[in-house]
């Protein structure tokens, strides 16, 4: 027995010690401060052995073939390391200090950036995307001072210089930005998405955002300007990613509950779980929002539900899926023409119109590590949803409702895609570079149906007569499949190009008929005609771009990208029933270019700046003119417009001048200031009165700026907004005449007051929105809400109570 246990003991003695040979182990450390280095990627002989550093700094590699090998080691706060060993019969351990890496501070600073400010930029490879040499805006709403509640755009997204946001919708239900010369109109110039998924009615056909995820469950918004075409799309504004609040790791549940209140009245109530059992891990939430709106006939309800449900298979791989649910019902009060507006811009003369949505969202992931150096993301995602308008809708605004049928228009989207990325890190000499390829297929179907509606006062979404009265009914199935690259070339530690490019194949459908409903005097029907049509168009193309960034210090970036852009133009847009509308059927795609070049830093414990410039050359612009028919009637003509050129100065910057002068004071005063300075000017047009005049929806003045005070855990926040005059149509005209569709938007100023104060489980939130109770608009509605001008919000008081469990 004895002799039994004895050769266990050397047995396992000499298997130990065979398996300790051919072995490499080694500590990785910082040689700034000794600290060990975790997530290293330990690379040998050209890839033939992988490994990652742990918490402590510490890695091992067992089985390497004897010989000479060369050890590489990157990271991407440090600068890499090349060392050559030679591999014999034995053990070798290896103690290795790195140096911080200029390269990629950024790193370093997002996190904190999001401790101090709440914004910061991207990284260069960041989440299956790369971002180096772009043009970067990266918003935490969690740790801004704002009034999250009611998802206020002109604070959430305050420190992205250049934007232009539609604040018409009060309680935040959809959200309306654009930025040099864009339109605003429900995002529809950005490439919308949530946790990487596409998130709008129909990304090709009908590319407009009647869902906005709530900001109290938004852990992140990643804003990339006009050069994210290459890999998200092919659209002028770029991409705006609303990434969800991640599941908490260390508990099994963790229950956020946020109750506001406020004035006109709104009601906000949300409510979120979160937490990981075992290798499931989970987020999800219920809100509920309602309100009376700050004009006549403008209350809502509304309803989100989402669930973010993950399981790790093994150590290199996750899957996922997301469901998400909206749905509101409106009362619409309608525009104002100018003259109602100066008279009173909180009356409404619509007590019959109504709008009313469904969204529903599914997306599953997979993310797979094959090793270090080489991952893969594959998103599948569907969405069926609808959009519903219905009300009285006259060319005049002002026109008293004479109770007659209502306009109804339905929109249906039945769409699903899928996007593949891969992403590979290799070696060119001693330095990373980093690959990204991908594709991406697309169907959408959206079918859309315009007639008569109902005589009452209710939210009836039935036509009347269906088989007569719908003089518009059409079906347009899309299909885009898209394949893309980007490369980055580190050529030393300071200096990277990028080159991209994408491949687009468009097919689009129209099929269904358009008619028209002719009365006499006495509103009887006396004709009734329809157009039956079909109609088909595929194309395909390539776009490419580059992007360069240069680091001469720790602090400092300067970067520059150029980027060819596209926007095919859809059926959709071609086809629609409107009494102010007239619509070009020989409307071209929009083809074009943007370029920026800016200067941005990456220290941010005291201070932070952002200042570029930009270019964008803008053909076949698409943009409204107006006009005046036979009965002398105002009108605007929709069509392509002109080739436009918009160029400016975008700039940001805060700084705590408390902590600048006292580094350990309890005390914070953070400043920032958030200017554009824009041009825009239309340099060709086929139409009379155009070439020369300011491109719309450009202020030539944009400012945001603010203060933030802090104490421990309770912060205060004021925030001024400035923007100039605006113009609606190509030829700057000045009045809306009786539609108010078209005119000028004049410049206006909003000061925003807002408190935060957190102690133990507990945090209360206040603001004080357009504190000086300015009287101004942002919007000049062609269709619904309006049409005609949609006043902004008064000034309003809200409250919220947090306790997280």
Not at 44 to 55: E, L, M, V
Not at 593 to 612: A, C, P, W
Not at 775 to 783: E, I, K, L, N, P
């Amino acid at each position: 027995m004895k002799l039994k246990v004895y050769n266990i003991f050397l047995f396992s003695i000499l298997f130990t010690r065979l398996l300790a040979q051919n072995q490499l182990s080694g500590t990785v450390v910082s040689q700034k401060d000794g600290l060990p280095v975790a997530g290293c990627t330990i690379v040998i002989s050209k890839g033939s052995f992988y490994s990652t550093t742990d918490s402590s700094g510490k890695f091992k590699i067992s089985n390497i073939s004897k010989g000479n090998h060369i050890l590489h080691i990157s990271h991407p706060d440090f600068r890499s390391y090349q060392k050559a060993f030679k591999m014999e019969e034995r053990a070798t351990e290896l103690s290795i200090f790195l140096e911080s890496r200029e390269l990629d501070l950024q790193v370093v600073n997002v996190t904190e950036k999001q401790n101090d400010f709440g914004y910061s930029t991207m990284r260069g490879v960041e989440n299956m995307g790369i971002y180096e040499g772009k043009k970067t805006e990266v918003i935490i709403p969690e740790k801004l001072v704002a009034n999250l509640a009611t998802n206020n755009a002109r604070q959430v997204y305050a420190r992205v210089p250049g934007l232009n946001i539609y604040e018409s919708d009060g309680a935040g239900i959809q959200l309306g930005i654009g930025g040099r010369g864009l339109d605003p109109n429900r995002s529809s110039n950005f490439n919308v998405r949530q946790n990487g998924y596409d998130i709008s009615a129909d990304a090709l056909g009908y590319p407009e955002s009647y869902y906005t995820p709530p900001v109290e469950a938004v852990g992140r918004i990643q804003i990339v300007r006009g050069a994210a075409s290459l890999q998200y799309g092919t659209q002028f504004g770029g991409l705006l990613n609303f990434i969800m609040k991640k599941p908490v790791q260390n508990r099994k549940l963790d229950l956020v509950v946020r109750q506001s209140t406020g004035s006109f009245g709104f009601y906000n109530s949300f409510t979120s779980a979160s937490g990981t059992v075992g290798k499931l891990s989970y987020y999800a939430f219920a809100q509920y929002k309602r309100g009376d709106g700050w004009r006549a006939n403008s209350h809502f309800n509304n309803v989100t539900l989402f669930s973010d449900i993950d399981y790790k298979i093994s150590e290199k791989t996750t899957i996922g899926i997301d469901l998400t649910h909206m749905n509101y019902l409106a009362k619409q009060p309608g525009g104002q023409s100018d003259v109602m507006f100066y008279q009173d811009p909180r009356q409404s003369n619509r007590e019959r119109n109504w709008f009313k949505v469904n969204w529903n969202m599914a997306a599953f992931h997979l993310d797979h590590k094959f090793n270090p150096m080489n991952d893969f993301n594959l998103r599948v995602f569907a969405l069926s949803a609808f959009r519903y308008s219905l009300g009285f809708r006259p060319n005049r605004v002002a026109t008293v409702d004479d109770n007659s049928e209502r306009d109804l228009i339905k929109g249906d989207f039945t769409n699903w895609g899928a996007e593949a990325r891969y992403l590979k890190r290799y070696y060119t000499g001693k330095m990373l570079s980093v690959l990204l390829v991908g594709s991406r297929y697309y169907h959408g179907y959206n079918h859309s149906l315009q007639g008569t509606g109902s005589k009452g006062k209710d939210a009836d979404f039935n036509f009347v007569d269906a088989e007569r009265l719908v003089t518009y009914d059409y079906r347009f199935p899309n299909k885009n499949l898209s394949l893309f690259a980007e490369n980055v070339l580190y050529l030393n530690d300071k200096f990277s190009v990028t080159p991209g490019i994408r491949f687009e194949y468009i097919h689009t459908i129209a099929d269904g008929y358009y008619g028209n409903i002719s009365r006499d005097l006495a509103g009887n029907i006396i004709n009734i005609s329809k157009t039956e049509e079909y109609r088909t168009n595929g194309r395909q193309f390539v776009i490419a771009g580059l992007g360069l960034s240069f680091k001469p210090s720790a602090y400092l970036d300067l970067y520059g990208n150029i980027s060819q852009n596209y926007r095919s133009i859809t059926f959709s847009d071609m086809r629609i029933s409107n009494p102010s509308s007239v619509i070009d059927p020989n409307m071209k795609d929009e083809k074009g270019h943007s370029l920026d070049i800016g200067i941005r830093s990456f220290q941010t414990s005291l201070y932070n700046f952002d200042v570029s410039g930009f270019y964008l050359n803008y053909n076949n612009r698409i943009g409204e003119v107006q006009f005046y028919d036979e009965n002398d009637r105002v009108l605007r003509k929709r069509g392509n417009v002109g080739r436009a050129v918009i160029m400016g100065i975008e700039s940001y910057g805060e700084a705590d001048f408390l902590k600048l002068f006292i580094q350990d004071s309890p005390f914070s005063g953070v400043v920032f200031t958030n200017v554009a300075f824009i041009h825009s000017t239309y340099k060709a047009s086929e139409i009379v009165g155009v070439k020369g005049k300011q491109v719309e929806f450009v202020p030539k003045i944009n400012i945001k700026s603010g203060l933030r005070l802090g104490y421990k855990n309770l912060k205060a926040a004021f925030q001024y907004t400035q923007l100039s005059n605006q113009f609606t149509e190509a030829t700057n005209a000045v009045d809306g005449g009786v539609t108010g569709v078209v005119g000028l938007i004049p410049s206006y100023t909003i000061m925003d007051v807002s408190l935060s104060y957190e102690f133990k489980k507990f945090r209360i939130e206040g603001s004080v929105n357009n504190l000086a109770d300015s009287m101004y608009f942002t919007r000049r509605a062609t269709g619904y809400p309006g049409p005609g001008i949609l006043p902004s919000d008064g000034r309003g008081f809200y409250v919220t109570l947090q306790m997280k469990l």
